[in-house]
């Protein structure tokens, strides 16, 4: 179980958007992370009277992004229990500059299951023209799927794996963004089959932040025991173009 | 009559009827910022929160037991429906919210069934959803109930409320028991 700790300092200066600057959402505070970014290694403490906070490790893929397409995605990002929003529009707490994204796009939205002591994750589409492609299901406009622990969502060219590390605080969660110069969603070879394959990620370059060209861009996991390597991890199929959200 | 044959095609919207009650709703008037009998048109996708504090609901209730944040509704679409769903969702962490016999903690959730008794602390709320055809809005509206709604021969909401006060005198309801089938309520 991975518990996380932050610290109240002042922001690191963010690279200039083009875009004004907008009060920052009420529900959401942007935070620093505790070590460099380029160390993959998060150092984690607890005080004894917080409860571990439920981590959202989010990573970020877009083809051809802009100069401002990841301009406003902090490092982490902690946020209430309300729906976190994700879009183009200044009342989104994930904002990314994409054309074809919708002011509010989809929305996470933090629940607990009946009987569960861990936040659980409902993902909301939220554009009325466009859809969401989440681990092989389309949503259209008010449609929703629960998330797993790891998950794969496309959207306007964007894609986006999250991964949930469970936490037992439920007043917050925090989400750590990553963004990935690979692909995260990759085609398999015999397209005309549609089983599952599973191939073993390899071990990060340590220390260097990046990925390993032509493997899945994955999370950076410390609290996860590696004696061989990282999780394996099914990739799934990717959808044919017409079907890409 | 260009207009009218040029226009947009009008579509139906789905509503939610909330019949309210609450013992001491005369006396306390914690119902008073509620506009009752009045149709308010939200976008669909909107989460409206219902509670205290004013600066994040969208229904207050003037009465220092309810939770700042109560309780909260959304609408959704189901995968194989072509009309809107309403999921409710208990937002506070001292009070359980009772949809009909479930009981739902803090931050735990379900749909609202078609017709529904909703209760927390005295608070009771009959709410019933009629289907429309539009995505884009749907509509809340409250009626005001001077008599408990967890009754047997009381589900009928008094749309009309007396000049003189006293629902009593004014009272087109039946007492006798009412016979309903399973399924109704």
Partial sequence: ?245 | MSNFEDADTEETVTCLQMTVYHPGHQQNGIFQSIRFFNREKLPSNEVVKFGRNSNTCHYTFKDKQVSRVQFSLQLFKKFDSSVLSFEIKNMSKKTKLIVDNKELGYLNKMDLPHKCLVRFGDYQFLMEKEDGESLQFFEIEFSLSTRPLLQENNWLPQKHIPECGSYSSCSTQNNSPIEMGENEW
């Fill in chain 1, 1 to 245: 179980m991975s518990v996380l700790t932050y610290h109240f300092s002042e922001p690191q200066p963010q690279l200039p958007s083009p875009d004004p600057p907008q009060p920052r959402p009420t529900s959401s505070r942007e935070l620093t992370a505790a070590v460099p970014e380029s160390d993959v290694t998060m150092e984690i403490r607890l005080s004894a009277m917080e409860r571990p906070l439920t981590v959202l490790r989010v990573s970020l893929h877009h083809p051809t992004p802009g100069p401002a397409t990841f301009a406003n995605v902090p490092p982490q990002l902690e946020h209430d229990t309300s729906p976190l929003l994700v879009g183009r529009g200044p009342d989104a707490h994930l904002r990314l500059q994409l054309p074809r994204l919708s002011r509010q796009h989809l929305s996470l939205e933090p629940y607990l299951e009946k009987g569960g002591a861990r936040l659980a994750f409902n993902l909301k589409a939220l554009s009325r023209k466009g859809c969401v492609w989440v681990n092989g299901l389309t949503l259209r406009f008010l449609e929703q799927v629960p998330l797993s622990t790891v998950n794969r969502v496309a959207f306007s060219g964007m894609q986006m794996v999250v991964h949930i590390e469970g936490g037992t605080s439920l007043e917050a969660f925090v989400c750590c963004f990553h963004l990935s110069p690979s692909p995260l969603i990759y085609r398999l070879q015999a397209e005309e089959s549609d089983e599952w394959e599973i191939i073993p990620q390899e071990q990060p370059l340590s220390g260097s932040g990046q990925q390993t060209p032509g493997h899945l861009g994955f999370l950076d996991s410390p609290s996860q025991p590696s004696p061989g390597g990282a999780p394996e991890i099914q990739l799934q199929r990717e959808p044919p173009d017409s079907a890409l959200c």
